[in-house]
């Protein structure tokens, strides 16, 4: 739409004439009782403001030097910037002031107009300006009130940390006669009151995640008749913050995702670029959060934040992030294959890199439970493998490679009739001497590598899991009635499993029915990603996973 008054449309030019017309020669817009007391004496607040109170064209502005006069004062308004042009030559206006007594200026291309305030008000009431130029027609305005009598006037102005007005708070004065009454949009208000002493507090107002908070807290404030006193606040305004996790409760099987957000606002409005610090397990060492209890990494679009380093020396320490132009960040957590309450505390920063002080607000903490899938004990791996191999399509096709494999068994174990039978079981892929092999652990006691990445022979809490190598399958012993026995995928397709050397056998080159042995064999893992070893499996998890 074309610009036809220095800055505001034809539309609403056109919507605001009728209102500049209505308050030439002080014709007087009511919005609320203001003069008069009320049925028990108390006087009246002033109300609303008046629409259009402070129109201010792009072609020239005006302001009124105080919005409370009391009668026989001076209303005194006055021009001030603009960038349509100089007077008289590129702009021209007229006041909405017509002849009255002490009037002072007010005439064409004036820029002061003052006149003597009369009667008390019935409201706020406005005076503008109504000009011309090359762009069309514009106006100005803002507004004045004069109270009754008997009465004096408690106002002032709310502003925010950075000067700008706070709208819709509530101003309560305590006294004599208790007065209460609402700060308009430029963070002004007023209120009329019998003379004597008054406790002034400002409350509500725009909210966050806690009640907004104002300096200082309360005001004294003493009134005369015909008098004012000014009280003052600004909003205590501080960053909050806000996390969000998608799921609360997810199976423990090494493929879920839960999405999140952090917001960071103040009061209500988005506050971008706010650095985050995200720590996974809060109370906890940074050790122990990549070592004990549930595991999970925490992603953005795709990439690992936390935790970082590699799988043989991960490190837990918190790490910061900072939310985007809109005040958001999106994380995604890639859940393991381990059981418990995962837990993620998001806490907003200073300016200086300092946590910010405002526990209440600036923080937020939320957890995931990670559900068990079952039960079952590592010696009892055979016989389910096996009822599953028999029965599961998965299965009669699992590979005796040790990638597809740990993949198929994974994908299985994460199904209702997996779960059934192998929950509480996990897989992952190891580096031995003579190739890969497939670990089988349980789900709750996930093996920790040393510095480089290997599992210690005497880690005795892993001390039974299972190694299978496909390299070391020879057969031998197996009963003759197993057909093509010297096939391990033949062996694990057709259920026909029935033991495998432990993590102990396997280091000490102990003799296994069907398995060669090798003296001091060794499991390491060599992978920088996170995944398997209680962590999300790689390639099988929702979109937005990342290892």
Same mark, same amino acid.
């Given at each position: 739409?074309?610009?036809?008054?220095?800055?505001?449309?034809?539309?609403?030019?056109?919507?605001?004439?009728?209102?500049?017309?209505?308050?030439?020669?002080?014709?007087?817009?009511?919005?609320?009782?203001?003069?008069?007391?009320?049925?028990?004496?108390?006087?009246?607040?002033?109300?609303?403001?008046?629409?259009?109170?402070?129109?201010?064209?792009?072609?020239?502005?005006?302001? $009124? =030097? &105080?919005?409370? #006069?009391?009668?026989?004062? /001076?209303?005194? @308004?006055? +021009?001030?910037? %603009?960038?349509? !042009?100089?007077?008289?030559?590129?702009?021209?206006?007229?006041?909405?002031?017509?002849?009255?007594?002490?009037?002072?200026?007010?005439?064409?291309?004036?820029?002061?107009?003052?006149?003597?305030?009369?009667?008390?008000?019935?409201?706020?009431?406005?005076?503008?300006?109504?000009?011309?130029?090359?762009?069309?027609?514009?106006?100005?305005?803002?507004?004045?009130?004069?109270?009754?009598?008997?009465?004096?006037?408690?106002?002032?102005?709310?502003?925010?940390?950075?000067?700008?007005? $706070? =709208? &819709?708070?509530? #101003?309560?004065?305590?006294? /004599?006669?208790? @007065?209460? +009454?609402?700060? %308009?949009?430029? !963070?002004?208000?007023?209120?009329?009151?019998?003379?004597?002493?008054?406790?002034?507090?400002?409350?509500?107002?725009?909210?966050?995640?806690?009640?907004?908070?104002?300096?200082?807290?309360?005001?004294?404030?003493?009134?005369?008749?015909?008098?004012?006193?000014?009280?003052?606040?600004?909003?205590?305004?501080?960053?909050?913050?806000?996390?969000?996790?998608?799921?609360?409760?997810?199976?423990?099987?090494?493929?879920?995702?839960?999405?999140?957000?952090?917001?960071?606002?103040?009061?209500?409005?988005?506050?971008?670029?706010?650095?985050?610090?995200?720590?996974?397990?809060?109370?906890?060492?940074?050790?122990?959060?990549?070592?004990?209890?549930?595991?999970?990494?925490?992603?953005?679009?795709?990439?690992?934040?936390?935790?970082?380093?590699?799988?043989?020396?991960?490190?837990?320490?918190?790490?910061?992030?900072?939310?985007?132009?809109?005040?958001?960040?999106?994380?995604?957590?890639?859940?393991?294959?381990?059981?418990?309450?995962?837990?993620?505390?998001?806490?907003?920063?200073?300016?200086?890199?300092?946590?910010?002080?405002?526990?209440?607000?600036?923080?937020?903490?939320?957890?995931?439970?990670?559900?068990?899938?079952?039960?079952?004990?590592?010696?009892?791996?055979?016989?389910?493998?096996?009822?599953?191999?028999?029965?599961?399509?998965?299965?009669?096709?699992?590979?005796?490679?040790?990638?597809?494999?740990?993949?198929?068994?994974?994908?299985?174990?994460?199904?209702?009739?997996?779960?059934?039978?192998?929950?509480?079981?996990?897989?992952?892929?190891?580096?031995?001497?003579?190739?890969?092999?497939?670990?089988?652990?349980?789900?709750?006691?996930?093996?920790?590598?040393?510095?480089?990445?290997?599992?210690?022979?005497?880690?005795?809490?892993?001390?039974?899991?299972?190694?299978?190598?496909?390299?070391?399958?020879?057969?031998?012993?197996?009963?003759?009635?197993?057909?093509?026995?010297?096939?391990?995928?033949?062996?694990?397709?057709?259920?026909?499993?029935?033991?495998?050397?432990?993590?102990?056998?396997?280091?000490?080159?102990?003799?296994?029915?069907?398995?060669?042995?090798?003296?001091?064999?060794?499991?390491?893992?060599?992978?920088?990603?996170?995944?398997?070893?209680?962590?999300?499996?790689?390639?099988?998890?929702?979109?937005?996973?990342?290892?």
């Amino acid at each position: 739409m074309r610009d036809n008054d220095g800055g505001r449309s034809v539309r609403r030019w056109r919507a605001a004439v009728p209102f500049v017309a209505a308050v030439l020669a002080l014709t007087i817009s009511a919005s609320g009782s203001v003069g008069a007391a009320d049925a028990a004496g108390k006087p009246a607040g002033f109300g609303a403001l008046p629409y259009n109170y402070n129109l201010q064209s792009r072609c020239m502005s005006m302001k $009124v =030097a &105080g919005h409370i #006069v009391f009668p026989g004062d /001076k209303v005194t @308004a006055h +021009t001030g910037s %603009g960038i349509c !042009g100089a007077a008289p030559k590129d702009i021209g206006w007229t006041w909405s002031v017509g002849p009255g007594p002490g009037v002072k200026g007010c005439g064409t291309n004036a820029t002061t107009c003052s006149f003597k305030a009369g009667t008390p008000t019935t409201g706020f009431t406005t005076i503008c300006i109504s000009g011309t130029s090359s762009a069309g027609p514009w106006g100005s305005c803002d507004y004045y009130g004069v109270p009754g009598k008997g009465v004096g006037i408690i106002d002032g102005t709310i502003t925010d940390k950075d000067g700008g007005p $706070v =709208a &819709g708070a509530t #101003v309560t004065a305590y006294g /004599k006669n208790s @007065a209460n +009454t609402t700060t %308009g949009s430029d !963070g002004y208000y007023a209120m009329q009151v019998k003379a004597g002493s008054y406790r002034v507090l400002p409350s509500g107002g725009p909210h966050g995640k806690s009640a907004p908070r104002y300096i200082p807290n309360v005001k004294d404030a003493t009134v005369a008749d015909a008098t004012s006193a000014t009280a003052g606040f600004k909003l205590e305004a501080g960053v909050e913050l806000e996390l969000r996790l998608a799921k609360t409760s997810v199976p423990a099987d090494g493929t879920q995702v839960v999405n999140g957000t952090i917001t960071t606002t103040e009061f209500g409005k988005p506050l971008p670029n706010v650095a985050v610090q995200l720590e996974v397990m809060p109370g906890e060492t940074s050790d122990q959060a990549v070592t004990s209890g549930p595991r999970a990494s925490v992603c953005n679009n795709g990439g690992r934040i936390w935790p970082t380093g590699s799988l043989s020396d991960p490190d837990g320490t918190p790490v910061t992030v900072t939310t985007d132009s809109t005040g958001h960040y999106s994380l995604a957590v890639t859940v393991g294959t381990t059981p418990g309450t995962w837990t993620l505390d998001a806490w907003a920063k200073n300016a200086d890199g300092s946590l910010s002080s405002d526990t209440s607000g600036a923080s937020d903490t939320k957890s995931i439970t990670f559900k068990s899938l079952g039960k079952t004990a590592i010696p009892d791996f055979f016989s389910e493998f096996d009822l599953l191999a028999k029965s599961t399509t998965v299965l009669q096709q699992i590979s005796g490679y040790p990638g597809p494999a740990a993949g198929s068994l994974a994908q299985t174990t994460a199904t209702a009739a997996g779960g059934n039978r192998l929950g509480g079981l996990a897989y992952a892929v190891v580096n031995v001497k003579d190739g890969q092999a497939i670990l089988v652990f349980s789900a709750a006691k996930p093996p920790v590598l040393d510095k480089q990445g290997a599992l210690p022979d005497a880690f005795a809490a892993n001390a039974d899991d299972l190694v299978m190598n496909p390299s070391e399958w020879t057969g031998a012993g197996v009963p003759a009635t197993v057909t093509n026995a010297a096939s391990l995928q033949s062996i694990m397709a057709g259920g026909f499993l029935t033991r495998a050397p432990t993590l102990t056998q396997f280091d000490a080159g102990t003799g296994v029915i069907g398995w060669k042995t090798i003296k001091n064999n060794s499991v390491v893992v060599s992978s920088q990603g996170f995944e398997y070893l209680g962590w999300g499996y790689p390639g099988i998890g929702q979109p937005g996973s990342c290892y």
